[in-house]
């Protein structure tokens, strides 16, 4: 049977687990997650793996990233089930403080990402967000000092900030995009994909496949503004109410006009029922 990782609770604890792997010049690769762990976050195990020798996995649901009116509270928690998911893949540590850990009394340090965090797109529907993810994640780089950190570009404007903040701040670790895990239908895994019911579960990979024919349409050479507005449409249209459906430029996330301005992301947000999806594609 494979061994459990081991699980720390605190800043010390996490320091004296790390202390032997940087004694024996051993790698760590940091996979930041909020736990519920699916095969999305298992993929960037299996990455974290690939490029370092041990692999540290944090969970923790990171109340500064969730405005009053969010999930916080509901959130799913499954720890258990998610200590038994990084058991069977052989990660080495988990670092799992509570908020008290991370946020003591007293707090009152924050840091407040700009450029891709500003692009008018996360940010515009939740103003608090990457300020609550960029200050977490900036901890989580000084409490475990990886070499090497691994996010989803399912969260592609806050895979584009952390990498942007990891250089503006010479971070010394290396920030690594792992593609999109999907169901087979193209439904990009998430946890809040638990909220679905089962009409909506029905619904749901009308993101996805937008995504998909409106890169088919830009690639083609047919105008980014009129294949966008149909593929807004085609969205309301599977229930949703949408929240944005753009086409941004692949690393800064500026608008863009034409196909010659820069390599192109198309991203989306939408709402279907109570539950928030987003996704994105590569043109
Ligand atoms: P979360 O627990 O939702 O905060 O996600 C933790 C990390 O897993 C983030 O870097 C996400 O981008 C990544 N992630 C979430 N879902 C997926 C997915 N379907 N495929 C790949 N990475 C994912």
């Known amino acids: 049977m ?3 990782p081991v699980i720390t609770r605190s800043v010390s604890s996490l320091r004296r687990a790390l202390a032997p792997y ?4 051993k790698s760590i690769a940091l996979v930041p997650t909020m736990g519920a762990l699916h095969r999305g976050h298992l993929a960037l195990v299996r990455e974290a793996q690939r490029r370092a020798s041990r692999v540290v996995v944090s969970i923790f649901v990171n109340p500064a990233q969730f405005a009053p009116h969010e999930d916080f509270g509901s959130y799913p928690r499954r720890l258990e089930n998610d200590i038994a998911a990084l058991t069977y893949a052989k990660a080495d540590l988990v670092w799992l403080p509570s908020a008290d850990t991370m946020y003591p009394e007293g707090f009152a340090t924050k840091i407040e990402p700009e450029g891709a965090a500003k692009a008018g797109l996360e940010d515009k529907f939740r103003p608090h ?15 475990v000092t990886p070499d090497f950190a691994l996010f989803g570009q399912k969260d592609y404007q806050q895979l584009r900030v952390v990498t942007q903040m990891a250089k503006d701040l010479d971070l010394p670790v290396k920030v690594i995009g792992v593609p999109t895990v999907r169901e087979k239908d193209g439904l990009a895994l998430s ?21 998909k024919t409106c890169a088919e349409r830009i690639k083609a050479g047919e105008p980014i503004e009129m ?15 949408l929240d944005y459906l753009e086409a941004r430029h ?17 991203l989306v947000a939408a709402k279907i029922g109570k539950t928030r999806l ?5 043109v």
Do not use: M, W
């Open 2 to 4: 494979a061994r459990r």
């Open 22 to 25: 940087r004694r024996a010049g």
């Open 129 to 143: 967000f990457f300020g609550g993810v960029a200050t977490v994640v900036t901890k989580l780089f000084t409490q």
């Open 191 to 211: 946890s809040r994909n638990v909220y679905l019911s089962e009409l909506e579960r029905g619904h749901a990979p009308a993101l996805y496949r937008t995504l």
């Open 227 to 241: 294949v966008l507005e149909e593929g807004r449409a085609q969205i309301e249209l599977a229930e949703f109410a």
């Open 250 to 266: 692949a690393l800064t996330l500026a608008a863009i006009a034409t196909p010659k301005d820069g390599p192109i992301r198309l």
């Open 278 to 282: 987003i996704d994105n594609l590569a």
